[in-house]
């Protein structure tokens, strides 16, 4: 090595003194590490959170189908790469709306625990006293006077008898807005938990066939442990979390769909880079909607309203980037949102509802 080479930390190639950068890696010279430049390397390196993302943010909001086109042209490195947009919004995204999905998850756990009867309310909770089972008497006479009272004010529509009524409030368990149907007799695996029955018992009583496979048996399985629990805000979390991993196979399906459209502009690879953008578009917009919404809680009509701009953003969008006339792009922009929305995400949220319910 010469006497004014230096040798470069990172690749250990020599080099003349004098450069910032390493000719051979480029790495920089004189590189000390500090936190700044920890940060810096960490976001620059995952997200490429540089001057490209804010050359790229502004027409990505502000001009639909623009970045698609000059990614496309060939202007690979002057704008941010559009899957590195969409993993870098999509993570702001899911961070803001951890916030209101675990919310969800709490308020229906809530909801669900109020249809446990009073024995599993004791073996979920291990002690009742006194008086909350005196509490809950007279909640349920009151329930009952409630009940006459609207029954009595409402005889000129139902034509129910007096006696009838009175049948009605004579029922052990009145049925509240909070109960909920499991398909199978209720008292009967109730009698059966309580007297700790083996779950094989249980579950031929909810409907388990001898013959019945693994899944029907792991269905079951997780029924009786639902229905025990009531435990719903887990499998909504559980379902929350599998939104990240179904939408790496949604919007290749959405690209799918813009392809069959536009079957003779461009290889599916261009359809791609459209979908990219256009998903990070509505992560951003729906970023601003549960955002917002956390801090002020903004009226149902105006978050209608900003979900419905996506709409004409995509009909811009496709406009622009394949060149075709404002009424052929109005209709095949309602083509792949109604498919996409009415077809696709149904089907989707049913496959990954079983999931969540499955593994949970």
């Known amino acids: 090595m010469k006497i004014n080479q230096v040798k470069c930390k990172n690749c250990e190639q020599p080099f003349d003194e004098g450069f910032q950068f390493c000719p051979h890696c480029g790495q920089k010279t004189n590189d000390e590490l500090t936190i700044g430049v920890l940060f810096y390397n960490t976001i620059s390196n995952y997200f490429s959170f540089d001057a490209r993302f804010l050359k790229s943010f502004l027409p990505l909001l502000t001009k639909p189908g623009y970045l698609a086109k000059e990614f496309i042209k060939g202007k690979r490195l002057l704008y941010l790469h559009p899957a590195q947009m969409y993993l870098f919004i999509s993570v702001i995204f899911f961070f803001i709306f951890s916030f209101k999905a675990r919310k969800q998850a709490e308020t229906l756990n809530e909801e669900l625990k109020k249809t446990l009867t009073t024995e599993q309310v004791v073996e979920l909770d291990s002690i009742m006293t006194d008086k909350r089972m005196s509490d809950l008497k007279i909640e349920d006479s009151l329930s009952k006077l409630e009940i006459r009272k609207a029954l009595k004010d409402n005889q000129w529509i139902t034509q129910m008898s007096n006696k009838e009524i009175d049948s009605i409030l004579e029922l052990k368990n009145i049925p509240k807005k909070t109960d909920v149907s499991f398909g199978f007799n209720e008292w009967k695996i109730d009698s059966l938990i309580n007297i700790k029955a ?14 019945d496979g693994w899944f029907m048996r792991k269905l079951y399985t997780q029924a009786l442990k639902f229905y025990q629990a009531r435990d719903g805000g887990n499998v909504l979390q559980a379902f929350y979390d599998t939104v990240p991993i179904a939408l790496f196979f949604l919007l290749p399906i959405f690209a ?22 256009y998903f990070s578009y509505l992560f951003t917009v729906f970023s601003a909607i549960f955002g917002f919404n956390l801090i002020w809680d903004i009226p149902d009509w105006i978050d209608f309203l900003i979900a419905l701009s996506t709409f004409i953003y995509l009909m811009i969008a496709l406009k622009r ?19 996409f929305i009415a077809i696709i995400i149904p089907t989707a949220a049913i496959i990954m509802g079983l999931l969540a319910f499955m593994i949970y």
């Open 256 to 277: 799918a769909i813009i392809k069959l459209l536009y079957y003779n502009k461009g290889r599916y690879a261009h359809h791609l880079v459209f979908s990219f953008y």
């Open 321 to 339: 980037f394949y060149g075709q006339g404002w009424l052929l792009s109005w209709l095949k922009c309602s083509v792949a949102t109604f498919t």
């Open 198 to 211: 083996t779950d094989e018992e249980i579950y031929k009583e909810m409907g388990l066939d001898d013959d």
